[in-house]
């Protein structure tokens, strides 16, 4: 399958120098009419696209501050340049973020600022032609979105969002891409990414139950559409199959009946992640989120809870008020939305939770802070609470644990390779260099402290190291959720004796927390 | 005498470009929307604290600083020389001058030096290190050579031959204050019409290049927006959200 080289892992992350073109040839499968039209995009590439597409540009310049200001504003100084995990993987100079953004920026030099209608070749201004188009679709699908670059921006400009009017402007010329507007396509018919119908969705879940009752004795309910409840649990679709995403729902379901929380996943929003966010659709992402919404109004629940998803997380904790809100029909004693993080950290710090933290002995463990999570949100009420809270889970509920490099971690943690709508087979090559980073920053924990497994709490990134850790000689297992090791520590009530009394005691439980 | 003439004319030209165009840009910054919040976290919760996270990106470069010691070096000598030499600067436009532009005054125009060795080394590593080569466009050469000859032309008239600074501020007090009638001459050296007229140049790109930075920081949202999006006890009640104007036009769809 592999017709590219896996990097070499080098002791420390070091800085390649520019070899131009060596990622012109990737760019991800273009979606068809079927799958564009849907999402109220042209299927195919429209007659006069130049036109329109400036056009486009030029309309979002005027709805995007951000757009706007950062198009102005870099001064080329370099800051960035090294900071893409793109580049750093793949060397092509284009990967860089402020190269990245000129592919941009010279076409709204051209068409919208005097220095470039008057001068085009001093300011690097170009017309908008095939070949643009052509490298946006390549290179505007090599960034993950992950805000990196921004953090080291001395004014903030953050490619992310050039990438997002890019892919906004080329799904209007309908150059879309197909793994991401094929999936929105299934929210909006189904509810989830996956496709996964409601029967489907309540067998899974009763097979969850049964399993799980099986392992640990205790009838932990993963309810469906239940009216009434406390909780919403909104969560990303893999984890309702996937691994290791399963195992963290499970540990969700634990917390939760362990502190008595009644709670509900909703066939209607069964998804958490919002890929209208990746293809810089507005209209997209609010119509995704209205369906978290209507499913909270419909089901009549206080709160709304997000289960482990990184962009996903983002949408909820920064934008889910603006596309969706206001949230005045929920308990006002609740921030809305809330982590799934935040609620176990919580029941932790009140004590309402009890672990055997030699459960999780047979592993060192390291957590990878997923890039939406880190640098786009927040948990708890402190700036830096999304670093805090997860890792104090960690520590809470397992003996073994050491960070990785501080110039890989918090707010300078390096994507996993596969966020932004990358996580695609099409673009394998892409995942497994741009990957390349952070697995210098495992290896090295590794080799000094024996770390045996790294956590994280993101779908998209434990489906993306699941299949990029083999590729640098790790097992895909390496990778896990944070409330899968909670799951694994966490006393049951009545655990060993099958517990048919504490059965009706949770379940009869008023809210606590 | 007619240098004198265009001198004013040119300058009476560049300011009003100059004015003009900045404020066509910051009115159109300030006017367009920000849809969402998208302040690159950790970010202040609060107003004042977004104010101080601002200030230290100013004054002290702090993301640059995080991110590459060698271009916050240069970048932040030549910025901060830049500033010392236009504060000094200000004596030729104030009568009486003020008192702090008098204090900075002796050791002030050593700021010159700083800002030329700044923007040397920023230079340097624009042809030196190749992935700033390679971002690179003639016009960042063209500006770094523009800020360059200015700032040599004036060290070479304050440390080697001098001007009669007395006469340029004459010209300058008079077209501010319009007294087309007892227009004072500028000197004619060719030291200070060169400085003068790159700086003319200097205003009149101003508007239409990256120097559109020093606006565009404070409209950065990234950098200017509170963190404190989600509905939650103590920073946003339930009842308020963050929308734009044209998204809500978007909201055809609700029941309730
Ligand atoms: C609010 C005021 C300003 C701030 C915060 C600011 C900040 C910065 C920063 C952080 C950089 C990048 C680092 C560097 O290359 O130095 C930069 C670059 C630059 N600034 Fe400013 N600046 C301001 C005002 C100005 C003004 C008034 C000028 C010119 C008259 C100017 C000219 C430049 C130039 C030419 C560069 C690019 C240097 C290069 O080519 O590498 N800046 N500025
Ligand atoms: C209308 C605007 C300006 C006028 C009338 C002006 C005039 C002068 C004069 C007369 C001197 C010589 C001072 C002396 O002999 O002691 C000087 C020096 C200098 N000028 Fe300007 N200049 C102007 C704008 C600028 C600007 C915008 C810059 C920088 C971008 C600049 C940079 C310098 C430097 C670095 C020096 C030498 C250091 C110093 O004396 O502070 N000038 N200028
Ligand atoms: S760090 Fe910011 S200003 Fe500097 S080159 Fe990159 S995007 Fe441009
Ligand atoms: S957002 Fe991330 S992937 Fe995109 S250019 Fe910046 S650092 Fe690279």
Same mark, same amino acid.
């Given at each position: ?65 951000? =757009?706007?200001?950062?198009? #102005? ?24 973020? *402020? ?16 220095? !470039? ?9 170009? #017309? ?38 890019? &892919? ?22 189904i509810g989830?990414?996956?496709?996964l119908p409601e029967p489907a969705l309540r ?16 009838? @932990?309910?993963?309810?469906l559409d ?5 909780? /919403? ?15 963290? =729902? ?16 909703s066939s209607h929003?069964s ?29 009549? @629940? ?20 603006? /596309? ?14 809330? +982590? ?11 004590? @309402? ?8 002995? +047979?592993? @060192? ?51 996993? !390779? ?11 090559? %892409? ?83 | 005498?007619? /240098? ?45 604290? *977004?104010?101080?996270?601002?200030? &230290? ?6 993301? =640059? ?16 020389? %830049? ?7 200000? &004596? ?10 008098? $204090? ?22 624009? %042809?030196?290190?190749? &992935? ?9 050469? =063209? ?56 700086? *003319?140049?200097?205003? %009149? ?11 565009? $920081? ?19 009640? +339930? #009842? ?17």
């Amino acid at each position: 399958m592999a017709d590219f080289e896996t990097p070499k892992l080098d002791d420390i992350t070091t800085i390649p120098t520019v070899k131009s073109g060596t990622m012109e040839h990737s760019s991800p499968y273009v979606a068809k009419p079927v799958i564009q039209e849907p999402l109220g995009f042209p299927g195919e590439l429209v007659d006069d696209w130049e036109n329109v597409a400036v056009a486009k540009l030029g309309e979002l310049s005027n709805k995007y501050r951000a =757009l706007r200001v950062y198009l #102005d504003s870099c001064v080329k100084c370099g800051a960035c340049t090294d900071k893409c995990h793109y580049y750093l993987g793949t060397s092509d100079p284009k990967n860089m973020p *402020v190269a990245r953004q000129d592919l941009l920026r010279k076409v709204y030099r051209r068409y919208y600022t005097l220095a !470039g209608k008057w001068f085009p070749k001093l300011v690097g201004a170009t #017309d908008m032609t095939k070949e643009v188009l052509d490298d946006w679709y390549s290179y505007y699908h090599q960034c993950s979105q992950c805000r990196r670059c921004s953090v080291f921006c001395p004014y903030g400009i953050d490619t992310a969002e050039i990438s997002m009017a890019a &892919r906004d402007i080329m799904d209007a010329v309908g150059k879309g891409q197909k793994y991401c507007n094929e999936i929105i396509g299934k929210v909006f018919k189904i509810g989830n990414n996956l496709g996964l119908p409601e029967p489907a969705l309540r067998d899974t879940l009763e097979d969850l139950e049964e399993e799980v009752e099986e392992e640990c004795g205790v009838p @932990v309910k993963f309810p469906l559409d239940q009216k009434g409840a406390d909780v /919403l649990l909104v969560t990303p679709s893999a984890d309702f199959f996937a691994e290791p995403h399963i195992d963290g =729902l499970i540990g969700y379901g634990k917390v939760f009946h362990q502190a008595g929380i009644s709670w509900t996943v909703s066939s209607h929003a069964s998804e958490a992640a919002n890929f209208g966010m990746f293809i810089g659709s507005y209209e997209n992402m609010r119509k995704v989120s209205m369906r978290i919404r209507e499913a909270a109004l419909d089901l009549g @629940v206080k709160r709304i809870v997000f289960g482990e998803c990184g962009h996903a997380w983002r949408v909820a904790y920064s934008f889910l008020n603006t /596309l969706a809100g206001p949230f005045d029909f929920l308990d006002p004693k609740y921030p809305v939305p809330q +982590h799934i993080c935040e609620v176990t950290h919580d029941l932790i710090q009140k004590g @309402v939770l009890k672990f055997d933290k030699s459960q999780n002995d +047979h592993m @060192v463990l390291t957590y990878h802070d997923s890039c939406n999570v880190a640098r786009a949100s927040r948990m708890g009420s402190k700036p830096g609470g999304q670093f805090t809270i997860p890792r104090d889970i960690i520590k809470t509920v397992c003996n073994n644990y050491v960070d990785m490099a501080a110039d890989s971690i918090h707010d300078a943690t390096y994507c996993c !390779g596969g966020g932004g709508g990358l996580l695609t087979d099409d673009l394998m090559e %892409l995942r497994v260099r741009g990957a390349k980073p952070r697995m210098e920053a495992v290896k090295q924990v590794v080799d000094a402290h024996g770390v045996t497994n790294m956590a994280a709490i993101c779908a998209i990134c434990k489906s993306q190291f699941t299949k990029v850790f083999p590729y640098y000689g790790y097992g895909m297992d390496m990778i896990v959720s944070v409330h899968q090791l909670v799951s694994n520590a966490i006393i049951m009530d009545g655990a060993q004796d099958g517990g048919d009394e504490d059965r009706e005691t949770a379940e009869d439980a008023p809210q606590s927390a | 005498m007619a /240098l004198t003439g265009i001198y004013a004319f040119l300058f009476y030209l560049a300011f009003v470009v100059l004015v003009a165009g900045l404020g066509y840009k910051i009115v159109q910054y300030a006017r367009t929307p920000a849809p969402l919040k998208i302040p690159t976290t950790p970010a202040p919760t609060t107003r004042s604290g *977004v104010a101080l996270r601002m200030g &230290r990106e100013v004054v002290l470069f702090e993301s =640059l600083f995080r991110s590459n010691k060698w271009i916050w070096i240069f970048g932040w000598l030549f910025h901060a020389g %830049l500033f010392i030499v236009l504060a000094r600067h200000l &004596r030729y436009f104030t009568e009486p001058v003020w008192w702090w532009v008098d $204090l900075i005054q002796p050791f002030g125009k050593y700021g010159a030096f700083a800002m030329i060795i700044g923007l040397v080394g920023l230079w340097a590593r624009r %042809l030196l290190v190749d &992935r700033v080569r390679y971002i690179t466009s003639p016009s960042d050469h =063209l500006m770094l050579l523009l800020l360059t000859a200015i700032g040599v032309s004036g060290a070479l008239m304050t440390f080697v031959n001098h001007t009669d600074i007395v006469a340029v501020k004459a010209f300058f007090l008079g077209i501010m204050g319009f007294e087309f009638a007892s227009m004072q001459p500028l000197p004619g050296d060719i030291l200070l019409l060169l400085h003068l007229g790159m700086v *003319v140049l200097l205003m %009149l790109i101003f508007p239409f290049s990256k120097l559109l930075h020093a606006p565009g $920081l404070f409209f950065s949202p990234s950098r200017n927006q509170v963190d404190n999006p989600r509905a939650e006890p103590g920073l946003r009640a +339930h #009842d308020s959200r963050h929308v734009a104007p044209w998204a809500v036009e978007l909201e055809t769809d609700r029941k309730a």
